[in-house]
């Protein structure tokens, strides 16, 4: 009891601090996002920049925990390698106290690679090499280790694995030519195996999240991830902005099915997908969340905006399907767009709803779906910041909480959206 009293005065303390800090990081991210903004106009073509993803960072505040990037020294000899060839890796934060037995895995995002050429530019990043990825990489959100921040994660194990593959964590095959890898689920099983080695199998409680593309492969290894346990861990799984659609762009194409179409042939992708899809299915269906969740036996919560920047930026109304620029101002800022427009828009999120509902009819399921404008909702900036989504007075932290803990059921739908930053003009 004391301790639940300390927790919440001092997080009336620090979110009278948090409004000040809040603003005057979000200046500072918005300057900082001008300068990476030119930097990868000189380096990648508008294609590829539409589909790169920056989920996640390392810039952090200076009393943001930063955590030291460690090697899969054993993947190498499994074949489980980056694009380019160099091992895996991932970020341990070891847990403490009632949380030292309790695990969460959280998988980068990062979109995908989907052609050799989109693939040999990816290896020379960070999102394909791990000699490129930054040596430490700050822990905020969901992999915070401040109570205040993190009600219900903070002190346990809490891991990021590394996205290098570029097809969600799936993939199993190789181009030697390009002198390519794409060995996404042999990086998934290494890493399993090797933090099971470092404590995980003794864990009573774990908890699988990913962001982006990384929700998307918390979905697809779910029912994995809990055979790794037995059945007395209490083993759970959440994609936070991994439900992606199988939509019709403004064109009448589909972008998104055309991307991961590539991504599942080039990189192998069939071979790990689940056979209760495939069986009468094809492949490319069985990359998408809505034909795989209603068979998924593990606890599931899905966390997405049901106006999804990302998927509406480059699965609705790309570039390439909009060569007059007409969705030019409401593809950034939804208070631009026409009543056609926004009526396009209602339609996207009508089909998320329609694809969750045999869903969110299971108990053991959850879900978060609000009407932001956003992309991720785990991060700093939504978690449990003083301006987080909630519905009522509870934030996506506390919802998940008690979806994890089984103190409620969590079936949250909302049409409204506590902004999280300013509308972004085009």
């Not at 290494?190 to 774990?206: C, P, T, V």
């Amino acid at each position: 009891m004391f301790f639940k009293i300390w927790v919440a005065e001092r997080l009336k303390q620090r979110r009278a601090v948090m409004k000040f800090l809040w603003v005057l990081g979000l200046v500072t991210a918005l300057v900082f996002s001008k300068w990476v903004d030119g930097f990868l106009k000189k380096s990648l073509n508008k294609t590829e920049l539409s589909l790169l993803e920056t989920y996640g960072g390392s810039n952090a505040a200076n009393n943001t925990l930063m955590v030291e990037l460690t090697l899969i020294e054993g993947a190498g000899a499994k074949g489980a390698v980056c694009l380019d060839g160099t091992l895996p890796a991932y970020h341990l934060h070891p847990g403490h106290g009632s949380g030292a037995n309790s695990w969460l895995i959280h998988l980068e995002g990062g979109a995908w690679c989907n052609d050799i050429r989109s693939c040999s530019n990816r290896k020379n990043s960070a999102y394909g090499s791990s000699s490129l990825m930054e040596k430490e990489r700050a822990f905020t959100g969901i992999l915070s280790n401040e109570a205040e921040d993190n009600p219900e994660f903070f002190n346990w194990n809490r891991v990021m694995l590394r996205y290098c593959d570029g097809a969600s964590f799936s993939g199993d095959s190789e181009n030697k030519e390009a002198n390519l890898q794409f060995r996404g689920q042999r990086i998934w099983l290494s890493a399993m195996e090797d933090l099971m080695l470092k404590g995980m199998r003794y864990a009573n409680q774990a908890l699988l999240t990913g962001g982006s593309a990384g929700g998307l492969a918390s979905i697809l290894h779910c029912d994995e991830f809990r055979g790794l346990f037995p059945t007395t861990t209490k083993v759970k799984c959440m994609s936070d902005a991994g439900f992606f659609l199988d939509a019709v762009d403004i064109s009448g194409g589909r972008t998104l099915r055309n991307l991961y179409t590539g991504v599942v042939g080039l990189q192998g992708v069939q071979e790990n997908l689940p056979h209760y899809c495939t069986s009468h299915l094809d492949p490319t269906s069985c990359f998408f969340p809505e034909n795989l969740i209603a068979n998924i036996t593990t606890p599931l919560f899905i966390l997405n905006a049901a106006y999804d920047s990302w998927q509406i930026q480059n699965s609705l109304a790309p570039l390439s399907a909009d060569p007059h620029g007409d969705w030019n101002g409401c593809r950034l800022n939804l208070a631009s767009c026409s009543p056609s427009q926004m009526q396009f828009l209602q339609g996207f999120r009508n089909q998320m709803l329609d694809a969750l509902k045999q869903f969110s009819m299971s108990d053991q399921n959850g879900m978060f779906i609000n009407s932001c404008y956003v992309h991720g909702q785990t991060g700093q900036g939504a978690w449990f910041a003083p301006d987080s989504p909630a519905v009522g007075n509870k934030t996506i932290a506390e919802a998940v909480g008690d979806w994890y803990f089984d103190r409620a059921e969590v079936k949250v739908v909302d049409e409204t959206c506590r902004r999280l930053v300013p509308p972004v003009t085009a």
